[in-house]
């Protein structure tokens, strides 16, 4: 059973983000405030759980969640300040759109850019831990799930539609058949890991 809370009685934030081993697109970000009785047993880090399961999910977590945000972070700018970097500005961006202000964040991974004057807490498998981070999990995977569908439409030789920008072997394909397009990261470290991995 995940945990509703790091610390009694203080707003909570759990920030997760999706897509940061992808070679394409944005990486996405999500911080969720739950009600401090919040409970589902369904609830589990997103890879985890199934499509259906995520977006079932993620209409309850809209609708209970004291706050919600995503936010993202293109591939333009993930070459520019590197995509570790790029994940928590993604987390910083999505923390500025919540409508409460947390006192705390409960930041799924080992590290962390601070965030204002807002205290944090880094948990390694934090979103099989913590029920905000497992939320934030689920909105961001889902969101980006959405975002890579719709770039499938204008790109369809990656097959984005199901790899959604990971480095499956049918996307690197792809790649060295068709070359790389405007939503591909341009970074060293990927066109090195390509090279690697055939």
Not at 15 to 32: K, Q, T, Y
């Amino acid at each position: 059973m995940l945990l509703s809370f790091h610390t009694r009685g203080i707003i909570e934030a759990g920030c997760d983000e999706a897509g940061r081993g992808c070679l394409a697109g944005s990486v996405f970000a999500a911080a969720v405030i739950l009600p401090s009785d919040f409970k589902d047993e369904l609830l589990n880090d997103s890879k985890k759980l199934n499509e259906k399961q995520r977006y079932l999910l993620r209409d309850l977590i809209e609708k209970k969640a004291l706050s919600w945000a995503v936010a993202q972070v293109d591939q333009e700018e993930i070459d520019e300040i590197n995509i570790l970097n790029a994940s928590f500005l993604a987390m910083h961006r999505a923390i500025e759109k919540l409508q409460i202000t947390p006192e705390s964040l409960l930041i799924d991974g080992p590290r962390f850019n601070p965030y204002k004057q807002i205290p944090f807490h880094c948990i390694i498998k934090g979103d099989g831990k913590y029920l905000s981070i497992a939320a934030a999990s689920i909105l961001a995977k889902t969101y980006r799930d959405d975002y890579m569908k719709k770039a499938h439409q204008q790109f369809p030789v990656y097959g984005w539609d199901r790899n959604k920008g990971y480095p499956t072997l049918a996307h690197k394909l792809a790649i060295q058949k068709h070359g790389l397009n405007p939503l591909h990261r341009k970074t060293f470290n990927y066109h090195l890991q390509l090279k690697l991995d055939f």
